[in-house]
């Protein structure tokens, strides 16, 4: 099978079962575990944040900023595309007892007029304001990087309002290694991130949220009422340590996969994507001579894995499991799938 439907597919490496077995842990929900504490400093310090905490998920970590950023009957900014409003089964609402703001951005980036034209006036008819939520790389995007300078105008305007700022950073580092801009640098224009280590770096389990020292104390609290609290996690963590240590330079590659594979599929017709617009390791595409349902279920067939995301829309997610001979199977299966309806451009 050539697995494209997602970088969560992706299995840990030899280093880091050996670091699993070997970890020297305690019990986390007493501070104990040395490897999570270990984990929690060295993402701290790659965010440029005071503090870090371990969680088991990405959808974790973002509802947990929410819930310690907000108050029910607030309102939280995101995009329309974005993960929080899309694919964390309404949590935001159902645990935090927000209402969602959802804004209509350009593959990820929200104007910051935009946003500013959303937070409420001081009125008490109105649902008082309490967040803004960002997401980088943006993932129903196609994967794009959300510019620095986006982030930047958007994070004026929050300070001006005196509002936080969450990043949903599940693939800040493939943000990063795309565009050049330090983690960190991304990480100075938010009031706390959340990012994985579970998609292209490979590690199995966990995400880490980061924040001022107040913050994740506060958010330690959250955790342990969601029933997040995690005993001797130092087993899971010691893989993300070696996601950090080994797998962040190498999404260069799943990028380059990625390249190869969105301009092997422009050269087709019968979908349609901008090609200009692959930043990452996403390519999304829109098949226009068949449901996305009916594209995905051809490549299946072929034993090619694709995720169906609406149904005009299919992505393709490289990862580490994939090299460039798979790349090349797949592009010659969607010429054979086109085959029928249409002929090379
Ligand atoms: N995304 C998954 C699916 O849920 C769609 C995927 O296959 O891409 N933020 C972003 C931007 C994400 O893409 C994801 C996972 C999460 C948060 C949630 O992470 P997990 O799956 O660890 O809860």
């Known amino acids: 099978m050539i697995d494209l439907r997602s970088d969560t597919i992706t299995l840990p490496t030899e280093e880091m079962r050996k670091a699993m077995c070997e970890a020297v842990v305690g019990d986390d929900v007493y501070g104990e575990d040395p490897t999570v504490n270990r984990l929690q400093e060295m993402s701290a310090e790659m965010t440029g944040k005071e503090a870090a905490m371990y969680v088991s998920s990405g959808t974790m970590g973002n509802q947990i900023a929410v819930l310690t950023h907000t108050q029910p009957g607030s309102e939280v900014i995101m995009d329309a595309d974005s993960h929080i409003y899309n694919y964390e089964a309404a949590t935001a609402s159902a645990f935090a007892g927000i209402q969602p703001r959802p804004l209509p951005g350009i593959k990820g980036i929200l104007p910051a007029d935009l946003v500013e034209g959303a937070i409420r006036a001081d009125d008490v008819h109105l649902p008082p304001t309490s967040l803004i939520c960002l997401e980088n790389t943006h993932n129903r995007g196609g994967g794009r990087v959300v510019p620095l300078e986006n982030m930047k105008s958007i994070y004026a305007v929050a300070c001006k309002h005196n509002l936080p700022v969450h990043l949903d950073g599940a693939r800040i580092f493939n943000a990063s290694i795309a565009s050049g801009v330090p983690v960190k640098e991304f990480a100075a224009c938010v009031t706390s991130v959340q990012f994985c280590f579970s998609k292209g770096l490979g590690a199995p389990v966990g995400s880490i949220i980061a924040g001022s020292r107040d913050f994740i104390d506060e958010a330690k609290r959250w955790r342990k009422r969601l029933g997040g609290g995690m005993r001797q996690a130092g087993v899971i963590a010691a893989a993300c340590i070696v996601a950090l240590e080994t797998m962040i330079e190498r999404l260069a590659d799943d990028h380059a996969n990625a390249r190869l594979l969105a301009d092997g599929l422009a050269a087709l017709t019968g979908i349609e994507f901008n090609p200009a617009e692959v930043d990452t390791n996403i390519v999304m595409v829109k098949p226009t001579v068949m449901?996305?349902?009916?594209?995905?279920?051809?490549?299946?067939?072929?034993?090619?894995?694709?995720?169906?995301?609406?149904?005009?829309m299919v992505r393709l997610t490289t990862n580490k499991e994939l090299d460039h001979g798979d790349i090349e199977k797949t592009i010659m299966a969607v010429k054979e799938i086109l085959a029928g309806y249409s002929t090379d451009k």
């Open 291 to 312: 449901s996305a349902e009916r594209f995905s279920g051809e490549l299946k067939k072929r034993d090619i894995l694709t995720g169906v995301m609406g149904p005009d």
